[in-house]
């Protein structure tokens, strides 16, 4: 089984080479800024408030991952009870004599509600596209059906420490292998200093300007802050 850092440097690394057969029809962007990082890195935020400002630009959104533990959910509790596995090798690594609670481990994206929504099609979202908010958590559908959830209630996920979501929205179609989302503001508060970056950016153009002037414009207004970032449209990324 994966560490929750090795799983989120696979996705991270796998995302851009086959981004466009896995997610092509879920993404509505124009342009896609790659931090140029593969796993553990990505933008300063400032990146985005700059790209905002460039003339042309109608919507810019980010997404960060990183990697948790669910300890509550129906393969969570298995792994828990699995008197089989070694105690010391479960959520929180693998420290020799150090318990370590075993549960699922998962994808959770911190996504730039409501914004993103504008970006990312998942199909419907219930109850509304604003109902995801500070220290809660949206579900793909399948996941709720796959462990009884419903809307309100709790799902246990384990990072450094145990922090309990209640679930505020649940969404038909799970995007980039995540089927958890939380507002970026819940994130930062859950990730570390070097996790609080843009892995991605995505932006939409206004229709009145063209595609490959904004992605200039764009590449000379981030170079110095993002040297290894690169900005492409959809198609070729």
């Known amino acids: 089984t994966l560490s929750p850092i090795t799983f989120i440097v696979v996705i991270a690394a796998s995302f851009k080479g086959t981004f ?13 800024v790659d931090s140029g990082s593969q796993g553990g890195g990505g933008f300063p935020t400032s990146v985005k408030d700059t790209i905002s400002t460039v003339p042309g630009v109608t919507t810019v959104a980010s997404s960060r991952y990183l990697g948790g533990c669910v300890l509550n959910s129906k393969a969570g509790k298995a792994a828990a009870a699995d008197t089989s596995a070694p105690t010391d090798r479960g959520c929180s690594g693998t420290s020799a004599g150090v318990e370590s609670p075993r549960g699922e481990q998962v994808l959770i994206l911190g996504i730039d509600a409501p914004a993103i929504f504008d970006i990312y099609d998942i199909g419907a979202i219930r109850p509304s596209r604003s109902a995801l ?24 996920i ?8 209640r679930i505020a929205a649940t969404f038909d179609e799970a995007f980039a292998q995540g ?11 859950v ?3 070097a996790q609080r970056v843009d892995n991605n950016l995505f932006v939409r153009v206004d229709p009145n300007t063209t595609i490959a002037a904004v992605q ?18 959809l198609g070729t990324y």
């Open 158 to 165: 384990r990072f450094t420490e145990t922090r309990h979501f």
């Open 216 to 233: 200039h414009r764009i590449e000379r207004s981030i170079k110095r802050a993002a040297p290894a970032a690169t900005v492409e449209d």
């Open 191 to 193: 990730a570390t200093p």
């Open 20 to 32: 466009s057969s896995l997610y092509g029809n879920q993404i509505h962007a124009d342009l896609i």
């Open 179 to 189: 089927a958890y989302f939380v507002n970026l503001a819940t994130f930062d508060e």
């Open 133 to 156: 908010r500070d220290d809660t958590l949206m579900v793909s559908k399948t996941a709720m059906d796959e462990n009884g959830w419903k809307l309100g209630d709790t799902v246990d």
